[in-house]
């Protein structure tokens, strides 16, 4: 049903915490089926250079968060608002279809953490 590298992102999730003296903080939820996502980032010198991630949900939402942090970390603010749903579904090597508001809820959470970066500079 999940592929190994979701499963992988499940079992140990990347950057999985809070960032107290973050640069931002951002959150996105699912109301259809409850799924919360929070991300913390250190933006200096136009990167992500520290990313942190809570989720609760299911398993996918879990390995979604912990697919995203790693895809953003240490890159250029201006090449993460491209990312895609699509993009993170094939990064985990795919997600069962019921499943795709997992990737939605991931990027949801990048481009309120992108708005805030925008909102404080």
Not at 40 to 57: L, N, P, S, T
Request: glycine letters at 6%.
């Amino acid at each position: 049903m999940y592929s190994e590298t979701l499963l992988d992102h499940f079992h140990h999730p990347r950057n999985v915490g809070e960032i107290p003296s973050a640069s931002v903080m951002a959150e996105a939820s699912n109301p259809v089926c409850g799924d919360l996502m929070k991300v913390w980032a250190v933006v200096r010198d136009g990167r992500i250079q520290e990313v942190k991630f809570k989720a609760a949900g299911c398993v996918p939402s879990v390995a979604c968060g912990s697919w995203l942090t790693e895809a953003i970390l240490n890159k250029p603010i201006a090449e993460l608002a491209a990312l895609t749903p699509n993009e993170v579904i094939s990064g985990l090597g795919g997600l069962p279809p019921a499943s795709n508001h997992a990737a939605v809820l991931a990027v949801d959470a990048l481009t309120r953490l992108l708005e805030r970066i925008r909102n404080s500079a």
